[in-house]
Every structure is written in structure tokens, then in C-alpha cells.
């Protein structure tokens, strides 16, 4: 239902846009990320500031799209502190794509249903003129295919890996790297007491950003990556060479998604039915190899979800509310199906649909890992 609200807004100016309510919902889709409450609060901050439009926040991403969830209602009070805070005050779930609902029967099998159109009438029933869907690349897709159904869903992209693409960064993906880097250096200095190799296994599915930034900024001398496959022996030859120039420790950085050559990536868990697997686990394979064909003491840490929690960075923040604000912009020009992107310097309107369906991944010829390479990193 539509009303009619004053064209003033709480500061005196005039209120721009088309003068009737605009109520506009949020859900953030996918794994969380440290700087989402930051755009959630720029959402809100600049659709009332601006356009003096009302914010509602959808939980649980589509899945709460789905159940009908009760939304939650967001005025400028309950955002103006959200700056500092990690995670996403409207929680968020890997699982609820409409298009593929797992249902199961009273038998025991299950069956995939799609119910798209029910979650575009949900939409209709919340009256909301618009949906700004904040998440990686599986939230995204799922927002085009609705957008491609008639609904007016505009995106902000998220994700610590940085493996989207039509954006140079996404917000998260800072934090994690100082989670990452503050690690890799705590494992230096008591590598060094220990004369030891240490292993840092860190996150990045697809693509290995967060290792590579992690492995240069903090000295590794081998980072593994998932876009080149490793050889042990290339890392084993390394450490040698390392301590026969006489430094008696080394630090090693594996992306979790990071495989042999000619193997397999590793699940510490495995996909059981709809359920897909969860990767991890690689860093203890490599450091044992490394111990059996080393005389190195080696140890292994797992940073996990460490590296998805805590305070975003002033870097993510500052990205988080620059898409936020754009992406209320993308809303008034009605530019359903585009997201905000970051190219350079810039903060431009990208198709979800050039983002989508492929990871953005570190290029092995690219001008990143050649530099390492002068630099002595081996990539295995
Ligand atoms: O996509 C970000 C990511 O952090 C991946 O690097 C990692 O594999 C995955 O999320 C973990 O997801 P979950 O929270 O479902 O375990």
C-alpha cells in the first residue's frame, strides 16, 4: 500500500525521489562478513536521509523470505551504532534458494520444489517497492533470477574470499586479510624462538586471495593457492634453500581450497545429500608432508571462521557504506538487476549478471604472482 509521506526530511531538506512512501527491505544472503551492519545502516541512513523512504530488514536472507520471518522494522535509532559491529543484526543463511526449496516427503525421500513465485509474493505482501539483497555470488544469482521474474531486487556485493567478480574489492575482504596477516605474524615470532614451520591454512574456496595477500604481507616463503596446484617437492626444495642461507624458520600460507597437483581439494566435512561439503583441513596434509620429507619441526594452524568474525576494518566500513549509499541510488533510478561495483577509485552500477557464476580468481600470469615470485615465494 502506498502513502503519501511529508517531502521534508529531519534535517529540513528537500526530500528528492517521487514524493510517495518507498519501502524498501534488506537480507543478507550467503556467509556473513564483517562490514554488513555497516551497510545496512548506510542503507537506512541514506533511503531516509534522502529520500525519506522506510527500511525493513528481512532475517535469515531468502530462507526468512520464505518462512515469512518476521521483518524486522529499522529506523535510524537501531542503525546509528552498527558501525563497529561484525556479523549482519539480520542473521544470515547459506541455504533458501527459492528456486531449489528441499522438501521432504513422509516417506523419507525428498524432493526440490521451486517456489519462487512465492517468495516475489511475500515481497508483494511486505509492500516493498524494492529489495537490496547483500551477499556473494549465490545471493546474487538467485536475485537476478527473481529480478528476471519481474521483482525489483538491486545487490551489494559481500565476501571475505574477494571472488566476485564486477568489483575490484568486496568489504570483508580487509578485515579478514588483518585477521589473517595478525596471525601469520604471531606465527613468525614463535616460529622463530622454535626454529620451526609453521603452516597458516586460511579461507578462500575458489580463489586465493586472502592467502596471497596474507602470504606478502607477512613474509611467507610458499603460498598455496587453489588457482595453482602444488607440488610438495617444490616447497620441500624451498624450506632447504632457506635454511641453508641460515634462517632456521619458515612460514607457510595454504588457501583451504588449495589442492595438490593432479589431487583433489580436502572436506573435513563431506557432502552428505543436500548438504554440500565443507573444505578444510589441507594445512595438516601439507604439514605433514613437509614433516616426513623435512628434518623440520612443523606445525599446523587452522584459522576457520576466525577470519569472518569481529569488527570490520576502517577500510570495509568506509566500502560497506559506499555501497550502501549507492546502492539506494541504483533503487531511485530503478536499476533492477545491477549491483554496486567498485572499479579503481570508483563506485559504479555493474549487471548481477556479469558478476555471476564465475569466481573471480587470482590470475598465476597476473602481476601478483609474479611479483611474489621475485620476492622468493614459491606457489608450490
Ligand atoms: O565464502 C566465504 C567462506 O568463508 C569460504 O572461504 C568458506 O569455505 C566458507 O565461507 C565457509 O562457509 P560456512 O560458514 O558455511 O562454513
Known amino acids: 500500500m502506498l502513502r503519501q509521506l511529508p517531502r521534508y526530511n529531519a534535517c529540513g531538506a528537500v526530500v528528492r525521489g517521487r514524493g510517495v512512501v518507498k519501502r524498501i527491505g534488506i537480507l543478507t544472503g550467503g556467509g556473513d562478513a564483517p562490514g554488513l551492519n555497516a551497510v545496512?545502516?548506510?542503507?537506512?541512513?541514506?533511503?531516509?536521509?534522502?529520500?525519506?523512504?522506510?527500511?525493513?530488514?528481512?532475517?535469515?536472507?531468502?530462507?526468512?523470505?520464505?518462512?515469512?520471518?518476521?521483518?524486522?522494522?529499522?529506523?535510524?535509532?537501531?542503525?546509528?551504532?552498527?558501525?563497529?559491529?561484525?556479523?549482519?543484526?539480520?542473521?544470515?543463511?547459506?541455504?533458501?534458494?527459492?528456486?531449489?526449496?528441499?522438501?521432504?516427503?513422509?516417506?523419507?525421500?525428498?524432493?526440490?520444489?521451486?517456489?519462487?513465485?512465492?517468495?516475489?509474493?511475500?515481497?508483494?505482501?511486505?509492500?516493498?517497492?524494492?529489495?537490496?539483497?547483500?551477499?556473494?555470488?549465490?545471493?546474487?544469482?538467485?536475485?537476478?533470477?527473481?529480478?528476471?521474474?519481474?521483482?525489483?531486487?538491486?545487490?551489494?556485493?559481500?565476501?571475505?574470499?574477494?571472488?566476485?567478480?564486477?568489483?575490484?574489492?568486496?568489504?570483508?575482504?580487509?578485515?579478514?586479510?588483518?585477521?589473517?596477516?595478525?596471525?601469520?605474524?604471531?606465527?613468525?615470532?614463535?616460529?622463530?624462538?622454535?626454529?620451526?614451520?609453521?603452516?597458516?591454512?586460511?579461507?578462500?574456496?575458489?580463489?586465493?586471495?586472502i592467502a596471497l595477500h596474507t602470504g606478502v604481507a607477512g613474509g611467507a616463503d610458499a603460498i598455496l593457492i587453489p588457482e595453482i596446484p602444488f607440488d610438495i617437492d617444490v616447497v620441500v626444495r624451498k624450506l632447504e634453500a632457506v635454511r641453508r642461507a641460515g634462517r632456521r624458520y619458515s612460514l607457510i600460507v595454504v588457501a583451504e581450497g588449495a589442492a595438490p597437483r593432479g589431487g583433489d581439494q580436502h572436506y573435513y566435512i563431506q557432502a552428505r545429500g543436500s548438504a554440500a561439503g565443507r573444505l578444510g583441513g589441507i594445512g595438516y596434509i601439507v604439514g605433514n608432508l613437509l614433516s616426513e620429507r623435512t628434518q623440520a619441526e612443523v606445525r599446523v594452524t587452522v584459522l576457520g571462521h576466525v577470519q569472518r568474525g569481529g569488527q570490520p576494518t576502517p577500510r570495509d566500513r568506509w566500502l560497506a557504506t559506499r555501497f550502501g549509499h549507492a546502492v539506494v541510488q541504483l533503487i531511485a533510478e530503478e536499476k533492477w538487476g545491477y549491483m554496486a561495483g567498485l572499479r579503481g577509485t570508483e563506485i559504479v552500477p555493474v549487471r548481477m549478471s556479469d558478476a555471476i557464476g564465475k569466481p573471480k580468481r587470482v590470475a598465476p600470469d597476473g602481476a601478483q604472482v609474479p611479483m611474489a615470485r621475485d620476492l622468493g615465494i614459491v606457489f608450490g
Do not use: C
Open 40 to 209: 545496512i545502516r548506510a542503507v537506512v541512513l541514506t533511503a531516509r536521509n534522502r529520500y525519506n523512504w522506510e527500511v525493513v530488514g528481512i532475517r535469515e536472507g531468502y530462507d526468512g523470505l520464505l518462512h515469512g520471518a518476521p521483518t524486522v522494522g529499522l529506523p535510524e535509532e537501531q542503525v546509528r551504532d552498527l558501525l563497529p559491529r561484525g556479523g549482519t543484526i539480520l542473521g544470515a543463511v547459506n541455504r533458501g534458494n527459492p528456486f531449489s526449496r528441499i522438501v521432504q516427503r513422509a516417506d523419507g525421500t525428498a524432493s526440490v520444489i521451486d517456489v519462487s513465485q512465492e517468495a516475489i509474493r511475500r515481497m508483494d505482501d511486505l509492500g516493498l517497492d524494492a529489495l537490496v539483497a547483500a551477499g556473494g555470488d549465490g545471493t546474487m544469482s538467485i536475485a537476478q533470477h527473481l529480478v528476471d521474474l519481474g521483482a525489483r531486487i538491486v545487490g551489494v556485493p559481500k565476501t571475505i574470499d574477494n571472488d566476485l567478480n564486477g568489483t575490484d574489492v568486496t568489504f570483508g575482504f580487509d578485515s579478514a586479510l588483518l585477521t589473517a596477516t595478525e596471525a601469520l605474524d604471531k606465527l613468525q615470532t614463535t616460529a622463530e624462538s622454535h626454529h620451526r614451520v609453521m603452516v597458516l591454512e586460511v579461507m578462500g574456496r575458489d580463489a586465493g586471495w
